[in-house]
């Protein structure tokens, strides 16, 4: 037997800015909440299911250096050029880690400068 992702934990300053912003990037829904000390999201169907919650909690240490552990997204009903307009229109801000300037990939920023990736759709040919 093996393990699977339950929930990605992630330390935030404003857990409701965050709350909405991966809600709208992943299409989540807001699953639990203690108020000012964290917010779980998850699909809509709720807990269990193949995708991990994503557990914020209250934390108010400023963010320094890169993150050692990203997420990556991929587009599932659009290509990566639409979903990028999508991502940066929720709040979403462009980074350089120093990617190389041809990446298939884009690196971005949520609200509170924590970077992920988003890739090229699955269903994208190579």
Not at 50 to 57: A, G, K, S, V, Y
Request: glycine letters at 8%; a negative charge; hydrophobic letters at 40%.
């Amino acid at each position: 037997m093996a393990c699977r992702i339950g929930e990605i934990v992630l330390k935030c300053r404003d857990l409701d800015v965050l709350a909405r912003f991966w809600s709208e990037v992943l299409d989540f829904v807001e699953l639990d909440r203690e108020e000012g000390v964290y917010i779980e999201i998850g699909p809509r169907e709720g807990f269990g299911g193949p995708q991990p919650t994503i557990f914020l909690i209250r934390n108010d240490d400023p963010k320094s250096g890169h993150a050692r552990l990203h997420i990556d997204v991929n587009p599932t009903d659009r290509d990566q050029a639409a979903e990028l307009e999508r991502l940066l229109a929720v709040g979403a801000v462009p980074v350089d880690i120093g990617q190389p300037a041809d990446a298939s990939w884009h690196v971005l920023a949520d609200p509170e400068g924590n970077e992920f990736c988003l890739l090229r759709s699955r269903l994208d040919p190579l």
